[in-house]
């Protein structure tokens, strides 16, 4: 998995923007669309039925959306939302939570406005954070954006369903693989905060040189890539462990034989000398040894490009394994 990096002035934007649609309004003195939402009888009663301490935090003393909380539930970060969910448990005469987010929470209405399209234009996610592999293609002026998964499950956490930093751009194949899973109870990675990083690598297990030609001239069907996790840290484990399992990861790899096969016979022909030779002979097209291997790979396999293709980090790990092994 690789973490959705955000900067701070693209963060602001994005913010303004999604604010601008839900709570502030896009034309004067009219308000936002959440706002109206929650301004309705309907909404009230919901809300009191729920959780009453969610509608004292929604609604101020005379029963007006408070703004500033209103504000602050949809830019919650993954602690904060965590604290929402234990502080408003639904209550056992509680109504369901597709009557809240027909009602109060609309996201089906707001998925369908062109706010999300702007939002997802900002974020600049060209590839699937979750698992690396499918492009996310977002046309600002078209109906085509990635779909975007509830991290906190709008099923189970209604109240989070239009949370800016509870939507994850995503495939269709992982959204579809995570669907309702309950990740406050069982948690998984938070693509906003957290990655695979170096820590957690994708590996062939080549045992010699003689395996990695084996390899390279043999069936791509028998090329079969593994998740190894060398972290000291039991949750960043867990959490790894069970991602692999629900997303599908290792079997989803497994399916890349024909792209490893390619890159170890890519490997064999462009070797160490012939990065040097072009990176001597093209000043001006590369200035560093890792954009040879970029161009080689047809992949970037700098730590700060690995979001920006699929198959990035895949890439980066065979060819550090490789290297350790060459060399």
Known sequence: MIKIELSGDKREKIEKLFLKDLVEGTQKGKRGKLIEDLDTKDSRNLLRRYNHALYDFLYDNVGKPNTDNVQELLLAGRKRMEEFIRQ?????????PDELLATAF????FSNRKVVNEILQEME???CPYCNRLYITVLKRRKVRPQLDH???????????????????????????KADWNTYKKPLLYPYEEEFGEEVVFNLNLRDKSDFVRKMRGDSSQIWVEICNSSHSPDLKQ?????????????LYGEHGDYVADILKSYHINTEARVEELLQCFPELFSSRDEVRSMMFMNNVSYDQWGRRPLAKLTHDILRELDSLMH
Request: positive net charge; contains cysteine.
């Open 88 to 96: 408003f448990p639904p209550n056992r005469s509680s109504p369901k």
């Open 125 to 127: 996610i060209p590839v």
């Open 151 to 177: 991290f906190f499950p709008k099923s189970l956490y209604p109240y989070l369903a239009l949370s800016l930093y509870n939507l994850v751009p995503s495939c269709g194949v992982c959204n579809q693989a």
């Open 239 to 251: 959490k790894v462990t069970k991602q692999d399992e629900l997303l599908h990861l290792t079997d």
């Open 106 to 109: 609309r996201y089906k209405n």
